[in-house]
């Protein structure tokens, strides 16, 4: 019964490791691993993270996706992939500038874009050295303020420096958890979190090797 | 018994400096790995005169070439070096500075006399991560390459893991190089 019950609770702890291995490997390379969109025309394939309306043409729609940013000039019937100097992975945010007529493009990893309208030549504005993840962002009369997990950030328009307002005094042991199961804790701990869960994949899958082999045998032996 | 104390003591030891390890990224660390004199006698090994020469963009020319990168350029002021094999063009070569997270990355952008990309180094790497892009292996990709490629990670060049903006920079900053030249009437 007691060695049932252990091939039984084995078996489930086998699936979950090796659910949690693979996805674990996908979120560390999410960039690397999530196809690109085919088509430069839809941007219904990449992940649609946020959106913006051209404050005087309602016709005009942004999106920003996980994989760059797309234009319709037709309420959204049909849209075109934005040609930008930097691949535009993970926009966390696009928005127009309440007040004037510039768009801004904010990715997670704190790369921010900001130009008018086409032909598009691209001013990049450098974010907070400090702001690890940026998670969102606006904009209202040139003043840029950026969210990420620990502060949010404010752009003086006439000095260009950020002033920050920490959310709590207290560090949040949930960031530090996540950061640590994305591999965003510190340099390198996504390889070793690749290494730790690529042979948590072998082991498992040889595990269930030698489990069913040794069974063969014993069928054998009998 | 005592290998297990051994492997508690390990893992306490790695939550302790955890707070430490966080703030690693953050520290800048500069690092000259080659001064413009080496680098361009690395690129040219051949030359026998190598000579500077500053071109001062025009407005017009300036937006041009901004329209043609299709972002703008916090420089108008450049320094071309062109390299002869006595008389014969052997190549020239622009060093640029561009921001890879937070700070500037130094590289040179070598170019053949048909202003086809012939080597990019770095120079000076001033962040603490990053720094793989200096990797011949990403950088071999834009050797044969010119202002017509599009020259941006996820097209013709593959990023680095880890190096992410680094390389998005390293790429936009090849891409200003050829086409500045390329702009430039005679830059030889």
Not at chain 1, 9 to 23: K, N
Not at chain 1, 171 to 179: F, P, R, S, T, V
Not at chain 2, 57 to 76: C, F, H, N, Q, Y
Not at chain 2, 109 to 129: C, D, G, H, M, N
Request: one cysteine or more.
């Amino acid at each position: 019964m007691s060695r049932r019950l252990h091939r039984i609770l084995g078996m489930i702890a086998f699936s979950v490791l090796l659910l949690l291995s693979i996805t674990g490997l996908y979120l560390n390379h999410i960039d690397l691993l999530t196809p690109a969109t085919s088509s430069t025309s839809t941007p219904f394939a990449a992940r649609i993270t946020s959106m913006a309306i051209h404050p005087q043409d309602p016709t005009q729609v942004y999106l920003g996706t996980r994989d760059g940013v797309f234009h319709s000039k037709d309420s959204g019937r049909t849209f075109v992939k934005i040609s930008l100097p930097y691949p535009a992975q993970n926009v966390v945010s696009i928005f127009f500038n309440h007040g004037a007529l510039s768009l801004f493009i904010v990715l997670e990893n704190g790369l921010i874009l900001n130009a008018t309208d086409p032909p598009y030549i691209w001013q990049r504005v450098l974010a907070p050295s400090d702001a690890n993840m940026i998670v969102a962002a606006d904009a209202q009369n040139g003043r840029l303020r950026l969210a990420s997990r620990e502060a949010i950030y404010q752009l003086d328009p006439m000095t260009h420096a950020w002033e920050k307002t920490s959310f709590t005094d207290k560090k949040n042991a949930a960031d530090l958890i996540y950061d640590l199961h994305t591999g965003q804790a510190f340099p390198y701990l996504r390889l070793i979190n690749d290494a730790g869960a690529v042979s948590l994949i072998i082991l498992s899958i040889t595990g269930l090797i030698l489990f069913f082999k040794k069974k063969k045998k014993k069928a054998k032996n009998k | 018994m005592e290998n297990m104390t051994i492997a508690v003591r390990v893992f306490f030891l790695f939550f302790l400096i955890l707070p430490f390890i966080r703030c690693y990224p953050l520290l800048a660390a500069e690092t000259v790995y080659l001064t413009p004199q080496q680098a361009l006698e690395i690129a040219f090994p051949d030359s026998t005169s190598l000579t500077p020469r500053t071109i001062t963009l025009s407005a017009d020319l300036k937006k041009k070439i901004e329209r043609r990168i299709g972002v703008t350029m916090p420089e108008d002021r450049f320094t071309i070096y062109t390299s002869r094999i006595v008389t014969k063009p052997d190549g020239y070569a622009l060093i640029l500075d561009e921001i890879g997270k937070h700070l500037p990355i130094t590289f040179m952008v070598a170019f053949t006399p048909q202003k086809q990309v012939k080597s990019v180094q770095v120079l000076v790497y001033r962040e603490r991560v990053g720094s793989n892009v200096r990797q011949p292996n990403f950088l071999k990709q834009f050797i044969s390459k010119s202002s017509q490629d599009s020259l941006s990670v996820g097209n013709d060049i593959n990023g680095i893991t880890g190096a992410t903006m680094s390389s998005w920079a390293i790429s936009a900053g090849v891409k200003k190089a050829a086409v500045i030249v390329e702009e430039l009437d005679n830059p030889l």
